[in-house]
């Protein structure tokens, strides 16, 4: 059995077999009152949720305790935060797997706000939401163990845990694999497999990997050379005012790589990006400029 099915084997069972018993044997009361004060929340009567959560809470209800917990947290209906009351009602919540309050307790261990601050903790709770599917704390982890922040720099165990948050469909995870693959950080470099993630975070109109798709089309890497689809992605990235991404755009028109040279498609895409400061379309312009082609 791989790594990876058995820990999916796990979350599954977990969702199935590893419930704590107060949740699975909710009272039915405390469900009832704390939805009324879910209600009254949301309609902003935020005394009325205080008192309602907190009667649930106390009933063993580990929303209830979450949403009780967020209150004190933020201040929420109050004069101020009471920090005391927030981490109680966390750990309360935490005691039965609620994943919420499993990574707001580890939030706040990284900082050191309102508890000592503690990373190991803080790493063993993101690790335990992670192994049960929750996908902000994998993608904690993946960002800590990539960039070396509170932890030792780990590439692999980075992308394990990016490759988790891909499967969720996350954008960002699918960029930061593709960035791996095709940089070779951490794994052997893989134009196909960078090529295969940037395709899945561009479509979900990730912007870095709409560019770099844009080039691998352009140079060739792990797909035929298409310079129409090198367009195509440029512009795209291009439209969500990818600064780089105009540039290139005035560089292909202007020189007729790829495309049909046409000075006048150049020089709009050149003053977007000049207009934003960038220097190297700056240049462009001037230099268009000296050769009488534009005024």
């Given at each position: 059995m791989s790594l990876r099915f058995a820990v999916y084997l796990v979350i599954g069972l977990n969702s199935i077999l590893l419930l704590p018993p107060a949740v699975m044997a909710q009272d039915s009361t405390a469900i009832v009152t704390y939805q009324?004060?879910?209600?009254a929340y949301?309609?902003?009567?935020?005394?009325e949720a205080l008192k309602a959560f907190q009667e649930a809470a106390e009933q063993g209800n580990a929303q209830a305790q979450y949403r009780l917990a967020k209150m004190y947290d933020e201040g929420v209906g109050m004069k101020g935060r009471d920090s005391v009351q927030a981490v109680f009602w966390y750990e309360k919540a935490a005691k039965q797997q609620h994943f919420q309050a499993e990574l707001a307790l580890a939030d706040l261990y990284v900082?050191?706000?309102?508890?000592?601050?503690?990373?190991?903790?803080?790493?063993?709770?993101?690790?335990?939401?992670?192994?049960?599917?929750?996908?902000t704390a994998q993608l904690n982890l993946a960002e800590r163990y990539y960039k070396g922040d509170g932890v030792p720099k780990n590439l692999e165990l980075a992308r394990y845990w990016y490759e988790?948050?891909?499967?969720?469909?996350?954008?960002?995870?699918q960029s930061q694999l593709a960035l791996m693959y095709d940089n070779g950080e951490g794994v052997a470099q893989d134009y196909?497999?960078?090529?295969?993630?940037?395709?899945?975070?561009?479509?979900?109109?990730?912007?870095?990997?709409?560019?770099?798709l844009a080039w691998f089309y352009l140079e060739g890497k792990g797909v035929k050379a298409d310079a129409s689809q090198a367009v195509f992605w440029l512009k795209q990235a291009a439209d969500k005012?990818?600064?780089?991404?105009q540039f290139d755009l005035g560089e292909l028109y202007y020189s007729g790589k790829g495309v049909t040279k046409n000075v006048t498609e150049a020089v709009k895409w050149y003053e977007k990006a000049a207009s934003q400061g960038y220097k190297p379309a700056q240049e462009s312009l001037n230099y268009i400029r000296t050769r009488g082609e534009i005024k």
């Open positions: 009324q004060g879910e209600s949301q309609q902003k009567r935020y005394a900082v050191g706000r309102d508890v000592p601050q503690n990373l190991e903790k803080a790493l063993v709770t993101y690790d335990k939401a992670a192994r049960q599917g929750l996908l988790f948050a891909a499967a969720q469909n996350d954008a960002h995870a196909a497999k960078a090529l295969s993630w940037y395709e899945k975070a561009a479509t979900q109109g990730e912007e870095r990997a709409i560019y770099r005012g990818h600064l780089a991404a």
